[in-house]
């Protein structure tokens, strides 16, 4: 896969606390979005960690889609919500934890298979390769879109037990 590069730019008018700012990505996906510092939530726009907890939110759902799609199963929908904690230390601020809590449907897939997915995602997404702050998940398979089978995942395992049991009533044993 070849390496690419994205932009963005940010126009800032002001001091850290007063000041003001607009957005703009050559995709016109954002185009002069208010952009304000990010303690301060009273004022109109966007900022960092809202940003930050965006791109996390969104890498990590295209990552464990694809560490589904490796394992076999095709996800129908995952819902991700990144929650950014940003400390003030003596540096200045800091973004200290990401929180990202999974949702997900996914048919025929085992709760263990779906962690181990979510695992994966959460060490290969790019964002969280990324950043330096401690990374909490919360991951939840919605049953709707599970399996629902109790022999073993593996299907030559699964045959051999389904061939003993016929095997076995056969020749006069019980279940």
Known sequence: ??????????????????????????????????YVSGGHVKRRGTNSPELMAAAHAGSFSTTLANELGIAGFNPDKI?????????????????????????????RVLQCDFIDAALRAKANCPISQLVSANISMRAKLNRRGAASRLLPHHPVVAESIMAQKTNGRRNGAKN
């Open 79 to 107: 819902d991700t919500t990144a929650t950014v904690t940003m400390e003030a230390i003596a540096a200045g601020w800091r973004m200290t934890q990401i929180h990202l809590d999974v949702v997900a449907t996914v048919p």
């Open 1 to 34: 896969m070849k390496t690419y590069t994205r932009k963005a730019s940010v126009s800032w008018l002001g001091t850290h606390q007063h000041g003001k700012g607009a957005i703009t990505t050559p995709s016109a996906t954002l185009t002069k979005i208010p």
